[in-house]
């Protein structure tokens, strides 16, 4: 083989010699004469010829293209460097998937068989080596999943971002530690390349709280990575993430989180937010916590949540059909290194089974098939596209959506509740890469060009947030106005959240300001001055949507540290319990291993 080869690049170099003295006889060569002929290779068949280029690989195959225009011609052929990406690549249905229906960016555009034929893919397998990949961060509730885009799979696993520190602890303290801690473990400077982050499916909304909340988030996390240096940051949401894995820009993904799942219509790249996410307060959490219970019930002895946990991700199933299953022997066991063997019989399927029967488990919420149905009925409502096909694909997220059967049986379920003209050609997919779909999904577009395309992505020189200090100094603050009035261990509502207003109203527009980060350093200090419980007033202080109703008179008016006051609108809501801290206990809320 190597002397073939050899002969090969001696019959091209003497091509090219042959090439080069025509040119120098005459200017204006007979282009018939350098077009139709191979050389000492015409002999030879040209699908052969074809073979022997792909022998050589792609490195050598684009050197080939400098001999002369028939070379040129023959290397350009689309159908070798589809060949090379097919061999030289990790998968290649993500490389066709991400250049026929993402390079063009938003809006997403459904392209026919015809866009190969438009495609260089010469050209693509160029740009794809030269894209020196990027670090790619997807933070579920359970685990956050990190490494190289150009890795098969993600490198390493840590504890997720609400394991970082106090819960009212400033935002932009604790995303600043969790990235500090990805870039360690991965042993990377934060400069060395572009990062990937996931945005977790949280302020689901199409309120202005909500936009706000996310907007927050999304300048949180610039401002942290951007003062690490990090050279440009991308952010894009789970559920479009979970799509893109799936190798599709529109449909329904169903993501079981770790407190709730989310039900999220997306169409051409887009949350349809106005459509309506649907959310069901049934996550991996309560899942786990079921199959615990059963476990005690029976007599069954464990040391941790993780043996539960392991349990449930190799024993457990969702059932075709519970009532039968009830009938069956289901008898299993598995061995838990550390702890022995256990034995499960009817709790392998009646753990899955609350999904869709929440009141098994004395849970007050719609089944997973009734949320995913009524955001299909939205959908087919609301005639956003041309047909229906678009939300007829449901693809499912999540560590605890890999349960088997899972999809089966919301398919299933979804045929029978919904008419015939909305489940017609309806399919469930389950998770394409397991737990890790989403990151997987960050993998297909880390193509760099495509990236400025797709996501939110700036590079530092762009960034254009405000100075995150906050002008007021809470740490300076006098918090008796609250400490002596909100006492625990009872800490009475009513009394602790007329106290929180007295102190936060005269302070509504600072802590309102989304560029700064006044509002989780006064909790801060509150817990810190009162030693109170992470999100008591969060849990306690709830008035509406929007937050705490401040009186169109400020209760009073203190001075700031240089002795002038503070001057501020009359009318304003508080928007601190519903919108900020719900949006740090929700943080990171997404897949779960």
Request: hydrophobic fraction near 40%.
């Amino acid at each position: 083989m190597a002397l073939l080869l050899r002969k090969v690049w001696e019959s091209v170099s003497n091509r090219a010699s042959s090439c080069s003295s025509s040119s120098n006889e005459s200017s204006n060569p007979p282009s018939d004469v350098v077009l139709s002929s191979f050389g000492a290779f015409d002999p030879i068949p040209i699908d052969v010829v074809m073979q022997i280029v792909r022998l050589l690989g792609p490195k050598d195959a684009a050197r080939l293209s400098i001999v002369c225009k028939l070379w040129r011609s023959l290397v350009s052929d689309n159908r070798l460097w589809i060949y090379f990406l097919q061999n030289y690549h990790d998968s290649w249905d993500s490389v066709f998937f991400a250049e026929t229906n993402l390079r063009s960016g938003y809006p997403i555009q459904a392209y026919g068989s015809h866009i190969t034929t438009e495609l260089s893919f010469m050209r693509i397998y160029g740009e794809r080596e030269q894209v020196p990949g990027c670090v790619i961060i997807d933070g579920g509730s359970g685990y956050c999943k990190f490494g190289w885009s150009k890795y098969a799979c993600p490198s390493g696993r840590s504890a997720t971002f609400l394991e970082f520190g106090n819960i009212e602890s400033p935002m932009y303290s604790r995303l600043r530690h969790f990235f500090a801690t990805i870039y360690s473990r991965m042993q990377v400077r934060p400069s060395a390349q572009p990062i990937v982050v996931s945005l977790p499916i949280c302020h689901y909304d199409d309120t202005e709280s909500a936009k706000a909340s996310r907007r927050q988030l999304k300048e949180a996390m610039y401002s942290a990575l951007f003062d690490m240096n990090a050279p440009a940051v991308c952010t894009i949401n789970q559920a479009t993430l979970a799509l893109y894995a799936a190798r599709r820009t529109s449909g329904i993904v169903v993501n079981i989180g770790f407190q709730v799942t989310s039900v999220v219509p997306i169409l051409r790249g887009k949350v349809m937010r106005k459509v309506g996410v649907e959310v069901v307060g049934m996550g991996a959490l309560k899942v786990t916590g079921f199959l615990r219970e059963q476990m005690q019930q029976n007599n069954i002895n464990f040391e941790s949540l993780y043996t539960v946990r392991t349990l449930k991700e190799n024993l457990c199933y969702v059932a075709a059909d519970y009532k039968a299953e009830l009938h069956k022997d289901t008898q299993a066991s598995l061995e838990v290194p550390g702890e022995g063997w256990f034995t499960l019989s009817k709790e392998r399927f009646k753990t899955g089974e609350i999904l869709f029967q929440p009141r098994i488990a004395g849970v007050r919420a719609m089944g997973l098939h009734q949320a995913v149905g009524l955001c299909m009925d939205h959908c087919h409502a609301a005639e956003l596209a041309g047909d229906d096909a678009w939300f007829k694909t449901v693809v499912l997220s999540g560590g605890t959506s890999c349960l088997p059967g899972l999809a089966e049986r919301l398919e299933k379920e979804l045929h029978e509740l919904l008419p015939a003209s909305i489940c017609s050609g309806l399919r469930v997919i389950p998770p394409p890469y397991g737990a890790d779909t989403a990151w997987f999904g960050a993998k297909v577009i880390s193509n760099y060009k495509l990236i400025n395309c797709l996501l939110n992505c700036i590079g530092k020189s762009d960034q254009l947030l405000a100075d995150l200090a906050c002008p007021v100094s809470f740490e300076f603050m006098n918090y008796t106005v609250i400490t002596s009035q909100c006492k625990g261990p009872q800490y009475p509502p009513d009394r602790c959240c007329k106290a929180f207003k007295d102190f936060a109203c005269p302070y509504v527009d600072v802590l309102n300001d989304l560029t700064s980060d006044c509002a989780s350093t006064m909790f801060t200090y509150i817990n810190l001055n009162g030693n109170y419980p992470p999100g008591l007033f969060a849990n306690e202080c709830q008035e509406g949507k929007e937050g705490l109703a401040c009186p169109a008179t400020p209760p009073s008016q203190p001075a700031n540290d240089s002795g002038s006051q503070i001057i501020r609108e009359p009318v304003l809501l508080l928007i601190l319990t519903s919108s900020f801290l719900v949006l740090l206990v929700k943080l990171f809320e997404g897949s779960k291993c």
